[in-house]
């Protein structure tokens, strides 16, 4: 059996059991259960020792990644079915809807980014967005690329972007 683990930032909320058949379970950790201020993360999955299954988790994993045309070019651009919520979201969940990352905890320690006019290798502003709005469009949250573990839900193309001044 094979298991990915659910963070709140770096906290170990709980763990998604693959079986070897494929199907889905999921159990909170019992210090996160424990802890001042946890919450259930889904009203259909409450704080407890339940174990729940595949008909509230699956559901539950897809509403965490974008739908339609965009989870389409996610998936490929990752090599996945779009059907294979937890695989998709251990490629790129390192940030999703309710603070939540899987796999591994999201460490905003480790963060960096890369200015647009140095990824792109150009100091037009029009020119860096331009490009990076192509790029998002065929390749949701830049998938694939080293580090960027971004999923947003919904059917709109989305972009995390950051405006810094010269000091970072």
Same mark, same amino acid.
């Given at each position: 059996?094979?298991?990915?683990?659910?963070?709140?930032?770096?906290?170990?909320?709980?763990?998604?059991?693959?079986?070897?058949?494929?199907? !889905?379970?999921?159990?909170?950790? @019992?210090?996160?259960?424990? @802890?001042?201020?946890?919450?259930?993360?889904?009203?259909?999955?409450?704080?407890?020792?339940?174990?729940? !299954?595949?008909?509230?988790?699956?559901?539950?994993?897809?509403? !965490?990644?974008?739908?339609?045309?965009?989870?389409?070019?996610?998936?490929?651009?990752?090599?996945?079915?779009?059907?294979?919520?937890?695989? !998709?979201?251990?490629?790129?969940?390192?940030?999703?809807?309710?603070?939540?990352?899987?796999?591994?905890?999201?460490?905003? @320690?480790?963060?960096?980014?890369?200015?647009?006019?140095?990824?792109?290798?150009?100091?037009?502003?029009?020119?860096?967005?331009?490009?990076?709005?192509?790029?998002?469009?065929?390749?949701?949250?830049?998938?694939?690329?080293?580090?960027?573990?971004?999923?947003?839900?919904?059917?709109?193309?989305?972009?995390?972007?950051?405006?810094?001044?010269?000091?970072?």
């Amino acid at each position: 059996m094979r298991a990915v683990y659910v963070y709140f930032a770096s906290f170990r909320v709980g763990r998604i059991r693959v079986s070897r058949q494929g199907d !889905l379970s999921f159990s909170y950790d @019992a210090a996160w259960q424990a @802890a001042p201020g946890a919450f259930p993360l889904s009203l259909s999955m409450p704080l407890g020792p339940a174990e729940y !299954l595949a008909n509230l988790i699956t559901p539950w994993l897809a509403n !965490l990644l974008p739908e339609g045309e965009q989870l389409e070019k996610l998936s490929r651009s990752l090599g996945r079915s779009p059907t294979e919520a937890l695989g !998709l979201l251990t490629d790129i969940g390192g940030d999703t809807a309710g603070a939540l990352s899987f796999a591994e905890p999201n460490a905003p @320690a480790a963060w960096r980014h890369t200015p647009l006019t140095e990824y792109y290798e150009t100091e037009d502003p029009a020119e860096v967005l331009e490009q990076h709005f192509e790029d998002v469009e065929k390749r949701p949250f830049l998938a694939g690329e080293g580090g960027v573990r971004l999923s947003l839900a919904g059917g709109q193309t989305k972009t995390a972007l950051a405006v810094l001044d010269a000091e970072g």
